[in-house]
Nanobody, 127 residues
Framework: QVHLAESGGGSVQAGESLRLSCVASGYTYSSYCMGWFRQAPGKEREGIAAIDVDGSARYADSVKGRFTISRDNAKNTLYLQMNSLIPEDTAMYYC?????????????????????WGQGTQVTVSS
């Protein structure tokens, strides 16, 4: 059974940085497409970054150039380095594991029924 545990969220000032981590267990981590979603209050969950098994990454326009996704297959861990944070980045951040690879391949970084979710970690950015 897929288990994803996020950590690293917190409250920061605009312009600061945070690094989120997601430790995966219960499946062959290195063979899944991985990614990050976020959901702000009153808004839909949106995909912001995806990374394929070969390390190739895709980003939403809203975070491109500020966020970096990476994965350590030896540690079964996914990361999201978030720099130059702005108040609009305030949201619950979710780790995602997608065995279908749709999240890594299909344009739009959209949700699909195959995605496994973590519990989320809150990021709050104040101005």
């Amino acid at each position: 059974q897929v288990h994803l545990a996020e950590s690293g969220g917190g409250s920061v000032q605009a312009g600061e940085s945070l690094r989120l981590s997601c430790v995966a267990s219960g499946y062959t981590y290195s063979s899944y497409c991985m990614g990050w979603f976020r959901q702000a209050p009153g808004k839909e969950r949106e995909g912001i970054a995806a990374i394929d098994v070969d390390g190739s990454a895709r980003y939403a326009d809203s975070v491109k150039g500020r966020f970096t996704i990476s994965r350590d297959n030896a540690k079964n861990t996914l990361y999201l380095q978030m720099n130059s944070l702005i108040p609009e980045d305030t949201a619950m951040y979710y780790c995602a594991a997608d065995p279908s690879f749709a999240f890594c391949i299909v344009a739009g970084l959209g949700i699909n029924d195959h995605i496994n979710w973590g519990q989320g970690t809150q990021v709050t950015v104040s101005s």
